[in-house]
């Protein structure tokens, strides 16, 4: 099985080992031939002018995109995706996507398929982890947390055509050749608002 895992452990209540417990279960369970997934996004590299939680001022725009440090994926932290995602990311043996805002995190005999060649614009379409694991029959598995923090709907916003679909410009800080640049790159204007009451219950949600 292919398993993309949404959390939060503080929904849970109490485990005892926490967030590793948590992970470690869940590996035992899927076995040498299963595949753990979770999002590990760092949305706090993405264009200044578009933070809003909190918002920054508009002198600060440039200075954020001169030297914001750019993306690695053993080294960035992931941003609203709670202490098992993060947890799960430093694990010897766990690959990362190189998308610098929407990387995923895996483990086990898909890793390498589900998490290289991650496209950088439409990062969550169908150049993306989510993509792989939608080719793989993969499961999804909410620890916590609704539909609203499902990101493998977001997919479906890529796929489906709809009245108000826009594509924008989002920026990151990214590395190559070992140099840091700031790039700019399309994306669709991603909205999770409906999420929760679009879905029926359902053990197999992709």
């Given amino acids: 099985m292919v398993l993309l895992i949404h ?3 503080s929904a849970m209540g109490w485990v005892c080992g ?3 417990a948590v992970i470690v ?3 035992e369970v899927l076995g040498k031939t299963g595949t753990l997934v979770m999002p590990t996004h760092s949305t706090d590299l993405t264009e200044p002018s578009q933070w809003e939680n909190p ?7 440039p200075v954020i995109r001169a030297t914001m440090p750019a993306y690695q994926p053993d080294l960035t932290p992931t941003r ?3 202490i098992i995602a993060e947890t799960f990311r430093k694990q010897k043996g766990v690959l990362r996507s190189a998308h610098p805002h929407h990387s995923f995190c895996a483990y086990g005999h898909q890793a390498s398929h589900i998490t290289d060649n991650h496209s950088l614009g439409f990062g969550l379409g169908e150049g993306s982890p989510l993509a792989r694991i939608y080719d793989l029959g993969g499961f999804v598995l909410l620890l916590g947390v609704g539909h609203n ?6 997919l479906a916003e890529y796929r489906a ?4 679909k826009r594509i924008g410009q989002e920026g990151a800080p990214i590395s190559t050749a070992g140099s840091r640049r700031w790039t700019t790159f399309e994306n669709i204007d991603l909205d999770s608002s409906d999420f929760e009451g679009s879905v029926r219950t359902s053990p197999k949600v992709m």
Wanted: hydrophobic residues 40%; without cysteine; proline residues 10%.
């Fill in 161 to 164: 055509t709809f009245p108000t």
């Fill in 149 to 154: 923090s499902n990101t493998s709907m977001h």
């Fill in 18 to 20: 926490g967030a590793v």
């Fill in 55 to 61: 918002p920054v001022p508009e002198s600060w725009w």
């Fill in 25 to 27: 279960a869940l590996q």
């Fill in 7 to 9: 959390s939060s452990l």
């Fill in 80 to 82: 609203s995706m709670g």
